[in-house]
């Protein structure tokens, strides 16, 4: 059994930089990692992804390279690098595994997520 805890939130100023974290247990070594991010009313969206064997990441074309993902399979850590961060970037950001190396941009198709971790942005 996977399980997943985001960490790292926090509220900021627009143009701060924010780091995530999700820590895993269960061996997600040769699972896909993403971070979605949900605000309020609306749905959960992709916000970028990479699998075990460094397929991707890929990201959801809206962050224009204001965003970064890595991950460390030694230590079973996904991280999210925020930068220059806009209102609009308010919202839950959840971490989410799936088996195989394709990261989908769809949260159906994922299988195990964390609680989530709230990043409150202010203008």
């Known amino acids: 059994q996977v399980q997943l805890a985001e960490s790292g939130g926090g509220s900021v100023q627009a143009g701060d930089s924010l780091t995530l974290s999700c820590a895993a247990t269960?061996?997600?070594?040769?699972?896909?990692m993403a971070w979605f991010r949900q605000a309020p009313g609306k749905e959960r969206i992709f916000v970028g992804g990479?699998?075990?064997?460094?397929?991707?990441?890929n990201y959801a074309d809206s962050l224009s390279g204001r965003f970064e993902i890595s991950r460390d399979n030694n230590k079973e850590t996904l991280v999210l690098q925020m930068n220059n961060l806009k209102p609009e970037d308010q919202a839950v950001y959840y971490c989410?595994?799936?088996?195989?190396?394709?990261?989908?941009?769809?949260?159906?198709?994922?299988?195990?997520w964390g609680q989530g971790t709230q990043v409150t942005v202010s203008s």
């Open positions: 269960g061996s997600t070594v040769r699972y896909t």
């Open positions: 990479i699998s075990w064997d460094g397929n991707g990441p």
């Open positions: 989410e595994g799936r088996n195989g190396r394709t990261p989908y941009p769809q949260t159906s198709d994922y299988r195990y």
